[in-house]
Structures are given as structure tokens and as C-alpha cells.
């Protein structure tokens, strides 16, 4: 105890860097469709000579807004604070969330940024990898691949999974939700059969499908291991609907992306809406938020997944006990994770999660300079 224990380090500058990747098709699913990869890299600097790096999201349309946000109106708040202090940080800058005419989840975006960045600055200072600061579980989890899109030709289903088990990735999560329940079976079943029983298949229909679409599905694919439905069902009507699909069909249910704060994630829980909770820290309010929600769902016996954001997850799902799996995408719908990202090991369907200290990522400068997005 005494001032001698305590750091007194101080936040001297933040620095944003957006990336834009040309994609080599566009990827379709329920009623979205993906033609670029972006992402926002976050540093903050410490007049201890310790620089907090991490990259968050995937929103090429918003991301030079969020940018701004750093830099106009967090950044002011944060500089020559102690960035040690991050739940005290997280708690000043949410007050601009408060503006009722601004559209939170692109706040709460920003936020996440910083936090991120800020616990990579927790974690070196401690000398130790997010996990272990967090109190460790896991060293390595089942990696496995968001895909599966909607595309004219069947058989390239085969291939993707080809390429996956190439990778030495278990599993994929392959998307539903804007053809009928019974085409998206064949799709599902086809994808099974070829890949094999270990190999972990889901269902995802980023909410495309009504409840009885959802039903149906569930029931046409219950013979061949579907690990979980992914937001099955249409945003508006989601809480009760989750609950009726869960109990209807047997089949367990995650959801929890689409949600910006610990208390969505508590509605879900109360309204026995879902036995994943796939809570995106990078749109929810950075790693401070999602280490709360792990807690209410640890106290309600809900799994943790978490949407994308491998070098993001992969500590974060390492320090809780009831994790599942780390998602990638195939190289070439997310070059980003397969460029930037240098330091990652993944052998045997299981990611090995960073030992260095803080977010333990390094990047690569080449790939920075060459999709750097200049305004
Ligand atoms: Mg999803």
C-alpha cells in the first residue's frame, strides 16, 4: 500500500487509423451484404513510454464518424488522465451517450475503441496477457469461421469448408435467414455431410427469419448436430420469440450481438431468451462492459461467445469459464485478421491464445500503410 504501490502515469495522446480492404466478391447474408473489410486501429500513448494498440470493428460506413468521435470529444476528456483508471475513464466518457438526439451505438462504438486500447495499456503495464490480468481459464479455444453465404453455386459450400479444414479451423457458421427455412437446410445438411460429424456447424440468421421460419428450420436440421441458432428471428420481436424457439425446438439460441449495453444483455436473461450470449465488445461498450455481462451470464448458467473480433475475443473468452468458441472469417472475406494480425497460432481447430502482454497482438506496418484510409 502507500503511493509507492500506486502509478501514476498519464494519458498524453490518442491517435486513429482507419483501414479500408477491398474484397474480392461481395458476401451475402440474411439481408445484408459485405463488399469492403475496415476497421478502426486505436493507440493511446503514456508519458510512461507505454503505447496501448488494438483494432476494433467493421463498419466502413461509420468508422470515419467514430474516428471523429475519439478525437474531437474523447480525447479531450481523457488526456492527463490516469489510464490505469479505466472503469473511471469508461464512466466519463459514456456521459456522451446522454445526448438524446445522437445515435448511441455510434458513441458506444467509439467508447469501445478507447477502452480496448486503454486495457492493452492495463495489461503491459501488469506485464501480463488480458487473460491472466482477468483471472485466466482458458490457454487455447476452438477457432472457428464465420462463412457459409449465400452464393448460386452449391458446391461452394465444399470448397470453403475445404479451405477451412486446410486452415486447421473446426467449424463454421454458416448464414441463414433470407432463403426459405427448407433451401436453407439443404444448404445446412449439405454442409454436414461434407464436412463431417466433428466438424462444429451453426446457424446464423442475423435475424432474417419470423418464429415459425425459425421452428422450421430448427426441426429440418435437428438430426445433424447444429451447435446453436444464431438470432434467429426478426429484431422487433425478438425477446419472447427467442424463449418460444428455445423451449419449442430444444435447440440452443445465442444472441446478445445487437445488443450496446450490460442491461440489453440483462433483458435477454430475464426473458429466458438465450442460452449464448454473443455480446460484441466492440460495440458494446469495449471490454469493461463485457467482462460485467460474462458476470450476469456466468450467474445465469449462459455460455459466452463473442462476435468476431478474434484479436479482441480470444482474450476476453480465455478468462471465463463457460466460453465457446473464437471466430474468424475465411482470408478472403476478412484479410484484415489474416494480414495485419502477425503473431497468431492456430493448430488442431483451436486458436492459441496471445502470451504477451496486454491484447499481445503485434501488427503488421506494411498492411497498415498500404490500406490506411487518408481524409
Ligand atoms: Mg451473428
Redesign the pocket.
Known sequence: MGSKTQSTMIINDIKVTALEVPLNKTYKGSYYSMTKRATLITEISTDDGINGIIYNGDEPEEQLEIRNIILNEISPIIKGLNPLNVEMIWEKCFYLTKNILRNRSTVIKAISCVDSALWDIVGKKANMPLRQLWGSYHDELPIIA?GGYYSKNLNDLNSEIEDYQKLGISGC?MKIGSASPEEDAKRFIQMRKFAGEKFILIA?A?QGYGEQEAIEFCNLVRDYQIDWI??PIEWIIDRQSLKSIRYKTGIAV??G?SEISRQGILDLINNESIDIC?FDASWGGGPTEWLKVAGLCESNSIHMAH??EPQISAQLLGSVNKAKYIECFHPDRDPIFWNLLENKKIANGKYKIPNLPGWGITLNNDFINKYKVTV
Open positions: 464465420i457458421k446464423d442475423n444464431e438470432e445465442a444472441a450481438q454473443n462476435h468476431e
